[in-house]
């Protein structure tokens, strides 16, 4: 375990760490060092985004035909296997590209946030420049890791980005940004929103995000104040990437009544007539025809 701890750190959060560091040297800002390094890193990992929300919307546009393949083949899932991966073939979709994706950015977010604990936790100025390269500065004095962007609206509201934040804005806005980035993530069409979330109303389904939204600011009012910026920080640039791959989503669509509101164009029908109606229709025609016929007699 321990090997494997050492290995992990060396290869994820001391390089993350050191790049933290001398970005705050430039800048002498830590938030703004927070907000750098967590746009670099989105910006590296950017195509492996990306693949990843192409593949999830091809995934729910080929969804109806998943579910028509999985209901045909429901006794044989031998044949319910070959049929799902011919129809990948042919749109070109390798679902194995998301874990693979996936594999590569947890362990680079990972060392981004412990390299985050280890200097919002350091105990000491020996922890942080015995971690420091030999080959870059090292510090005299703590870093100063205080957020003073909030005192232009209130001079008290400075937070140390080290302890949990008193004023409750950042794990707030960081809860606001999760629920745009969450209804941004969903499909606007109802068809569609239906088979993902499985037949919930909308109304339910838009109560549903208010959880991980909930749970979100009470993580983010817990931890440190520096974890909190740089999740608010990642999510604004995912709600970015996602308007750039699929829109707005159904972020302006509001949930009518628990139900979705949608028009369904019915085939024209005639009007019901009722049969003395009809009678009493057939007997002018049969007249009229009658009397055209005269009048075609006579002309000859």
Known sequence: MHFFLTFFNTIFTYPIFNGLMVLYFLLHDFGLAIVLLTCVISLLLLPFTLRQLRLAKAMRQLQ???????????????????????LYREHGI???????????QVPIYSGLYVALNTVLYASSLNTINHIMYPFLMHFATQPNINLMWFTVLNPSWHISLGRPDPTYLL??????????????????????????LTHISQSMQFLL????????????????????????????????????????????????????????????????????????????????????????????
């Not at 390798?94 to 590569?104: D, G, K, N, V, Y």
């Open 94 to 104: 390798r679902p194995a590209s998301s874990f693979l994706s996936m594999l590569i």
């Open 171 to 196: 794990p707030l806005l960081t809860g606001l940004v999760t629920f745009v980035q969450m209804r941004m993530a969903q499909p606007i069409s109802v068809v569609e929103t239906k088979e993902t």
């Open 64 to 86: 109806p035909q998943v579910t028509a393949i999985r209901q045909q083949y429901a006794t044989d899932q031998s044949a319910q296997t070959q049929a799902l991966r011919a």
């Open 209 to 300: 995000l208010l959880i991980p939204v909930g749970i979100t600011i009470v993580l983010a009012g817990r931890f440190a104040a520096g974890l909190a910026l740089y999740r608010f920080v990642s999510l604004v640039l995912s709600m970015m990437q996602q308007y750039f791959t699929a829109g707005w989503g159904s972020l302006w669509v509001s949930p009518v009544g628990g139900h979705a509101s949608i028009t369904i164009s019915q085939p024209h029908q005639q009007p019901v007539q009722s049969p003395l109606f009809s009678k009493t229709n057939r007997r002018r025609a049969r007249r009229s025809s009658h009397h055209r016929k005269k009048h075609a007699k006579k002309g000859r």
